[in-house]
């Protein structure tokens, strides 16, 4: 779960189907990138980091941080 994405969400007041409305992906979608359950693609980071005001390149610093521990 990407708890630092939830966290960012829930700061900004929105729901995750708010959120979705705002950045224009669908919130099923969303839903999954918050989840973890899905990845990413650079233009749904870019949308939904433009919605929330911090940058896109966390998404994946986030990534190769989880990867890393992981081994």
Do not use: P
Not at 43 to 61: D, H, P, R, V
Request: aromatic residues 8%.
């Amino acid at each position: 779960m990407r708890t630092w994405l939830r966290k960012k969400r829930e700061e900004a007041g929105l729901t995750q189907d708010q959120l979705a409305k705002k950045a224009g992906i669908a919130r099923a979608t969303y839903g999954h990138i918050e989840s973890g359950e899905r990845n990413a693609t650079v233009a749904s980071a870019k949308k939904i980091s433009n919605a929330l005001s911090f940058s896109w390149t966390l998404f994946f610093e986030d990534e190769c941080h989880d990867m890393k521990n992981e081994k």
